[in-house]
């Protein structure tokens, strides 16, 4: 009953590659994100959506790719990966009239 | 551009010390302060919030003291036990859920 899961856990891929990390919510929050933690544990948002409608897109190179097929799911795609998008990936959610935000457990990519 | 500073780095503790951990904001239009607490492998979880026109909040051991004209903020751990040893991050929202984070504090408590 995780109430934000991701999955991969851990993703280890090579340089070039297409991969993506899926999430799921069953909080039934209308609003969900991607973070980026890196190696200095730095946490930034790359993208919010609001009932599937992207709201914030931060500074982040078009090679990613968030979907949100509904509600309770946001997906990242990340085309040709490079070596610098190696970090922890998290999803989170909330009811956007809310503050609280509840996070996954993080997807650890590792590009080699 | 950090748009929230936060000190220290790293924090040591003895059991039963107190835990302090600052962090400074610029944009005035921030208007809720929380405290979100990571274990290792685990996601950032929600620890504790303030909102400016509140100077204290406590819950337990843990709470936030608010100065709006210097505008700071920091985290008091009482009592500090090992099991609070993880990474603290302060953070700040204006308006819609647009989070930012402060660098992180890891906080170790030596038994």
């Known amino acids: 009953d995780t109430a934000v899961s991701q999955t991969p856990k851990y993703l280890v891929t090579q340089m070039g590659n297409d991969k993506s990390i899926k999430c799921e919510q069953n909080?039934?929050?209308?609003?969900m994100y991607w973070y980026k933690q890196d190696s200095k544990k730095f946490l930034k948002i790359m993208f919010s959506?609001?009932?599937?409608?992207?709201?914030i897109n931060e500074t982040v190179p078009n090679r990613f790719s968030p979907k949100s097929p509904d509600k309770a799911h946001l997906n990242l795609h990340i085309n040709s990966l490079e070596l610098g998008d190696s970090a922890v990936y998290f999803c989170?959610?909330?009811?956007?009239?809310?503050?609280?935000?509840?996070f996954g457990n993080g997807t650890r990519l590792t590009v080699t | 551009q950090q748009q929230v500073k936060q000190s220290p780095q790293s924090l040591i503790v003895q059991k039963g010390g107190i835990s302090i951990i600052n962090c400074a904001y610029e944009n005035t239009a921030f208007d809720y302060f929380p405290w979100y607490q990571q274990f290792p492998g685990k996601g950032p979880a929600l620890l504790i919030a303030i909102r400016p026109d509140v100077s204290e909040k406590k819950e337990g051991r843990f709470t936030i003291s608010f100065n709006k004209s210097a505008k700071q903020f920091s985290l008091h751990i009482m009592d500090s036990q090992p099991g609070d040893s993880a990474t603290y991050f302060c953070?700040?929202?204006?308006?819609?859920?647009?989070?930012?984070f402060g660098t992180g504090t890891r906080l170790t408590v030596i038994p």
């Open positions: 959506y609001n009932n599937k409608e992207l709201i």
């Open positions: 909080l039934g929050h209308d609003t």
């Open positions: 953070a700040a929202l204006a308006g819609a859920n647009n989070l930012f």
């Open positions: 989170a959610s909330s009811l956007r009239q809310d503050r609280f935000l509840h």
